[in-house]
């Protein structure tokens, strides 16, 4: 399987000739969906979905499905009939040829007096790859290969250290990581390499790594 890194939390899955990406939104390339077979979405914030360029894709090719949390499908399934999935914690499902299971139910706390939203985690391919989403979900599943997010308003680095652990996969890549100036980047390389206790990569926009 090949994993390419887009801006942001969106990365793209590449198997036997198919696509699926996974939150391909504000914070990332306006074409970070186009040519995907399937796509996914873990949550309604914008930086992981951008309902226009959401709605773009879909109607560029009509074969595209998406499979999504409630929140998300209720702004596009009455546009794309049959083609957008809701999906919770618990379920399975194959898309474009992947098979996934759906991890997770809850936005990680931002401050106490903001509401929660929903939040799933995709795991891919039985344990392929994982992508959280906003949450430090732990899948009752191995893990090969764990998309961390590293920088966010609602975590700090001691916090994705730990996950990396309990987690415990055999590689990490990052992810929402827009955040993060080149300056301290390099920090967090290094907390997360010698911390973590796996191995762990920064794939620059664009670049590609077989997982």
């Known amino acids: ?3 390419t890194k887009k801006s942001h939390a969106c990365v793209r899955l590449e ?4 696509t699926l990406v996974l939150d391909p939104g504000g914070f990332s390339e ?3 969906a186009v040519g995907a077979d399937a796509i996914l979405v873990t949550h309604e914030h914008p930086d992981h979905f951008d309902e226009k360029r959401l709605r773009a894709a ?15 499908a209720e702004k596009l399934s009455a546009a794309f009939p049959g083609r957008v999935h809701t999906v919770g914690h618990g379920d399975t499902f194959t ?3 992947f098979d996934v299971q759906v991890h997770g139910e809850l936005h990680a706390v931002i401050h106490p007096d903001l509401p929660r939203v929903t939040n799933v985690g995709f795991l ?3 344990g392929r790859v994982f992508h959280p989403g906003d949450a430090l979900t732990v899948p009752e599943h191995p893990v090969e290969t764990l998309l961390a997010p590293v920088q966010a308003p609602w975590n700090k680095i001691s916090e994705v250290i730990e996950y990396i652990r309990e987690v415990r996969p055999q590689r990490v890549y990052d992810i929402h990581d827009a955040l993060l100036t080149d300056l301290a980047r390099p920090i967090y390389d290094t907390h997360l390499g010698n ?3 796996a191995d762990h990569g920064r794939l620059a926009p664009g670049a590609s790594a077989e997982v």
């Open 1 to 3: 399987m090949k994993l």
């Open 95 to 97: 898309a474009a040829g």
């Open 195 to 197: 911390l973590g206790g």
């Open 58 to 72: 879909l109607e560029a090719d009509p074969a595209v499905e998406l499979w999504t949390l409630r929140s998300v």
């Open 15 to 18: 198997k036997d000739g198919r």
């Open 30 to 32: 306006a074409d970070a």
């Open 124 to 126: 891919v391919d039985e």
